[in-house]
């Protein structure tokens, strides 16, 4: 957004993260494979050179 020239406030995002944070996370949920018993939103993955990393 800012390589457009768009300012984006800290209050926008929340708002935003608040109404669309809930659906992203059921969907993240509904794709996950069951790898144990807890789930957590904050495991990323990045393709870096095209090989996948864990952050």
């Known amino acids: 957004m800012a390589q457009l020239g768009v300012t984006v406030s ?3 995002i929340r708002l935003c993260w608040n109404k669309f944070g809930p659906q ?3 969907r993240l949920r509904r ?3 069951g790898y ?3 789930f957590f939103i904050d495991e ?3 393709k ?3 090989q996948q990393d864990y952050l």
């Open 24 to 26: 992203f996370a059921r």
């Open 44 to 46: 990323v993955f990045i």
């Open 48 to 50: 870096i050179r095209g």
């Open 31 to 33: 794709k996950h494979q």
């Open 10 to 12: 800290y209050k926008a």
């Open 36 to 38: 144990g018993d807890t």
